[in-house]
């Protein structure tokens, strides 16, 4: 957990496992991050996350709803992370990414006239239901500015994702714009300048097939219009390319006599 | 390893394991979907045991900046 602890954060997973199901599981796949065992779901229960749909006569009584908090120091929550679906789920880089800044995985940088994008991705190694961020970083020089979407009259900023099977593509997320004001043309633009960062969050498909594919391959384009202080270009399409590696999730339960009945 | 270990604690902290709701589940698993404390709420204290026998609390888990907590279904299905 490199990443966790470059930024001052320690991580812990709760389930409702007995102590040696978790013993197996860590040993053999080598998890050193501290999994804690609730076998009778008390801190489940405390945090008011039991999964009550699940019957009592059932061996998966007694699990959460699956999801994430962060706490800080004094042990306030800062964010929390559940989904409504529970085939989906956060990964822990796209919390880091979200909620703490970290960069992501670099994927490209690109040069136009105008402007230098960096792309990125919150994770390049994915399961299936993972929701995962594509990060584009732009940094535009001095006077320069590219149109938020609200304008009108003008080419606002899009990140544009071609459709893919594979993935569900949510909305754009871009930073607050600011107002420019333009006097000679009587004008006020939503606009950006310097350097912001624009995301798009995509879950990774669910279905079976999915698991057959080694690499999912997003295509899109950054498109903008960017202008200074003399002129207004024209409108300028960036291709972007994300792709991903999609992990088999087969891995071997723990030993019969050690499986909750 | 790191590595290795980073990849795998990302597929089971997704809750998505293909072991998951053994036979044809005939409700929907995240009806009346709970997410306990709000934002800006404490969370309860709690302990319990890790893998290495360990008695673990709050503040034995916390980093300087804090504490992310997962809670998962199950490590094994």
Known sequence: MPRYQRLGLGVAVITYDRPEVIIDFTRRLGITVPILSDPDSTIIRGFGILNTNVPQSSFQYGIPFPGTYTVNTRGFVTAKYFEDTYRERVTPNFILNRQFGDAGILKSQVRTDHLTLTSYVSDDKVYAGNRVSLIVDIELPAKMHLYAPTVKGYRPAELQLDPNPNVRILSTNFPRATTMNLPAIRERVPVFSGKFRITRDVIVGTEDNLRKESVIELTGTFAYQACDDKICYLETKVPLTFSFQVLNQDIPRVPENLRRR | ?77
């Open chain 2, 1 to 77: 390893m790191i590595k290795h270990t980073w990849i795998l604690i990302v597929l089971f902290v997704t809750g998505t394991s293909v072991f998951a709701w053994q036979g044809a589940q005939q409700f929907d698993p995240n009806a009346n979907l709970k997410t306990g404390p709000g934002i800006g709420e404490k969370i309860p204290a709690f302990s319990a045991v890790d893998q290495t026998g360990k008695m673990r609390d709050f503040d034995s888990l916390k980093g300087p900046q804090g504490l992310v907590l997962f809670f998962n279904r199950s490590v094994d299905w």
